[in-house]
């Protein structure tokens, strides 16, 4: 917030400005405070507009129809003057942050926070269509969190049901990937486009991706209308009530009431708006807010320094939502700087699968520069990234191999993820974390969090070990620390846990057999299972259910652990299984393929013990592969059979580790990674 200036009112009818708290091109809004000590955003317009009648009508309307609303989910107008002098609105101070600014820096809400947000809203958008208007600008910073619930702001562009659209030729009718396909074509607009809008909010809150994407605003807008939604990181249960909300035809979405009963959330679910990191937040910010209003209230009748602005803010920020105003404002001074903007995840390049009687031949490399002491190649869409023998990250694109980034500055043994497929996670030799956006390489944060070893990511955080022993969930699009909890598992950097992230759930299995899941919201654990095996499995995660090796190979319910059903091992212990639908792929003495959803076998391959046990079998297209034990090389078997199709080596010294995607195998191997084609 900045101090009043020269020309700014000091009084605007029962409220004395006390600074300025953002400017757009209609007009100026400012913090005001009534002199029984009442808080308010209050909107003007500028003195130069105050004549322009469709500027006027506009400004009119944001009052009238946010006044025609009674909810208790939406920011109520306290007072307005619409005729005669200056025009001013003043709204309700909202000083919780909005839920995109929320979203971006605490990550998506689990399960029951997206069901008490989606219940809230659409039971506000019940009192907004109750008034006779439709919204029509639903998006995430339209809704600003409050300790008492969301609040909807804005109904600068909201209509009566009758109403047809504002636009003219040119301009954009709604924010893309949030306006139904009814608004994007122009066509008339009544409740169900709001319906339409919530459902890409609550897809955008449940995984932190937008359902509709893309670097042009033409492309998000064509996909609203023809193209499906790309929920794939929300939550099963929840993506089955989004579909409908999202449906092209609007006759076929459902009432915000039918919507109302769907989302019930849990009990006592709605303290989301009480306790954790995000709850704090928002408390934080209230009370800052307060604080400053107290703090202004007791200068003199002059407007406040801007020194003394600055010291009432050495808090943090406050985000203000005002209805009308279409905006938020960070009080602080100056503004941060702009960070890059995450792009949406690129395509996936799909190769062609070989003929049933084709050679095995690379699609490309061997490219050299690849360390394979290293984790394994990760595949993230079009570029597949991998240590470099210079102990930093490159990526390459995965169609040719040719090289479409470097991090130097990366140390690629302490390990490297992705994040939805938009992200690569990795630290440095100090110990810091940084994001990269996968396609580019451009980094996009970097935090001194002091990071041992990456663990797992789930989109929404990464989960690290730090050089002082502690678990470390870090928001993976801002780099912000959602909690530190001392190391719940034996363990150390030269042995850290393998991990999978999921579903609210973090499962750690160290290398002394006992597994334990933790919260991802809060790092407390839930459940546990001692005495697993004696080295450190990689768990392996399908819907809602966690597959385990070790002593014995086994099915749990991911969110409490429960036992479905296992298997013991025999000989030797069962390595990491490999997932795909009711197919799982997993290694003891042999090479077994099972049911996912009883551990029927299915068939195996002997195999005599001559396998990497450490790595889990990797499966594309209709070919299963694992790794000969040393440097022998790989073997390839046919997923319906079993039976053995390729063999591939190549000469040199050292491990071979591998992954795939895309109908390709990625290989790293004596300084080098090549890819090769699978069979249908």
Not at 94 to 119: F, H, K, Q, S
Not at 189 to 206: R, T
Not at 455 to 471: F, I
Not at 617 to 646: K, M, Y
């Amino acid at each position: 917030m900045n101090p009043l200036s020269a020309g700014d009112p000091l009084r605007l009818g029962p409220y004395r400005l006390l600074g300025t708290l953002g400017a757009g091109g209609m007009g100026k809004v400012y913090f005001g405070r009534d002199n029984a000590g009442r808080t308010a955003a209050v909107k003007v317009l500028h003195p130069e507009l105050s004549h322009d009648l469709h500027l006027a009508q506009r400004f009119v309307r944001e009052a009238v129809t946010a006044q025609a609303v009674t909810s208790n989910g939406v920011a109520r107008v306290l007072g307005a003057q619409l005729e005669g002098g200056r025009p001013w609105i003043a709204a309700e101070f909202l000083a919780g942050p909005t839920l995109e600014e929320a979203i971006a820096a605490y990550g998506p809400l689990d399960e029951a926070g997206l069901r008490v947000l989606a219940t809230a809203l659409a039971r506000t958008l019940q009192d907004i269509h109750a008034a006779g208007l439709v919204h029509r600008d639903l998006k995430p910073s339209n809704v600003v969190l409050t300790s008492a619930g969301p609040r909807v702001i804005d109904f600068g562009i909201a209509r009566p049901e009758h109403g047809l659209t504002l636009t003219t030729t040119g301009q954009i009718p709604v924010t893309p990937g949030y306006g139904a396909p009814e608004q994007v074509l122009g066509q008339r607009v009544g409740p169900a486009a709001d319906v339409f809008s919530l459902g890409a909010l609550l897809a955008y809150a449940a995984s932190g991706i937008r359902a509709y994407d893309g670097p042009h605003v033409a492309g998000v807008q064509y996909q609203v209308v023809h193209g499906d939604p790309d929920l794939r990181h929300v939550p099963d249960g929840i993506r089955a009530l989004l579909l409908p909300c999202l449906a092209k035809d609007p006759a076929h979405r459902p009432l915000p009431a039918q919507m109302v009963q769907a989302f019930a959330p849990p009990r006592r679910a709605d303290r989301i708006w009480r306790t954790g990191p995000l709850a704090e937040e928002i408390r934080r910010r209230e009370e800052s807010a307060a604080s400053l209003a107290s703090t202004l209230a007791r200068t003199d009748g002059a407007a406040p320094t801007r020194r003394r602005l600055l010291v009432s803010l050495a808090g943090g920020g406050t985000a203000l939502g005002v209805a009308g105003a279409g905006a938020w404002w960070f009080l602080r001074d100056p503004a941060p700087p702009k960070k890059p903007v995450i792009p949406a995840a690129a395509e996936r390049p799909v190769a062609a699968v070989l003929k049933r009687d084709e050679e095995l031949t690379p699609l490309w490399g061997p490219v050299t520069g690849a360390d394979s002491r290293t984790p394994a190649p990760l595949p993230v869409r079009d570029v597949v990234v991998f240590g470099s023998t210079d102990g930093g990250l490159a990526a390459h694109r995965v169609t040719d191999g040719k090289q479409k980034w470097t991090a130097p500055e990366a140390l690629a043994s302490a390990g490297f993820l992705t994040a939805a497929d938009r992200l690569v996670l990795a630290a440095d030799a100090e110990g810091s974390l940084s994001a990269f956006i996968a396609s580019t390489g451009e980094q996009v944060w970097s935090v001194p969090v002091s990071v041992g070893n990456l663990l797992a990511s789930d989109g929404r955080a990464v989960y690290v070990m730090t050089e002082e022993g502690q678990l470390q969930a870090v928001v993976a699009t801002t780099g912000k620390v959602l909690w530190s909890v001392p190391t719940p598992v034996r363990t150390s950097r030269a042995e850290p846990p393998a991990a999978a992230a999921a579903k609210g759930r973090l499962v750690l299995f160290p290398s002394d057999g006992n597994v334990i899941a933790l919260d991802t919201a809060t790092g407390k654990a839930v459940w546990d299972l001692d005495d697993q095996g004696t080295s450190a499995v990689t768990p392996a995660v399908i819907g809602d259910k966690v597959f385990l090796g070790g002593k014995t190979l086994t099915s749990r319910l991911l969110a409490d652990g429960k036992e479905l059903w296992s298997v013991p091992a025999e000989s030797r212990e069962w390595g990491p299984p490999a997932v795909r639908g009711n197919e799982m792929y997993a290694v003891d003495y042999d090479l077994h393929r099972l049911r996912t959803d009883d551990g029927k076998e299915e068939w195996n391959l002997y195999m005599g013990g001559r396998h990497d046990a450490a790595l889990p079998p990797v499966v594309q297209g209709g070919t299963v592969w694992i790794a000969e034990s040393g440097d022998d090389g790989l073997i390839a078997a046919n997923t319906r059979s079993g039976e053995e199709v390729f063999e591939y080596s190549k000469m040199g010294f050292g491990p071979y580790v591998y992954s795939g995607d895309g109908n390709r195998v990625f290989v790293a191997h004596a300084g080098s990674v090549s890819a090769l084609p699978v069979r249908p």
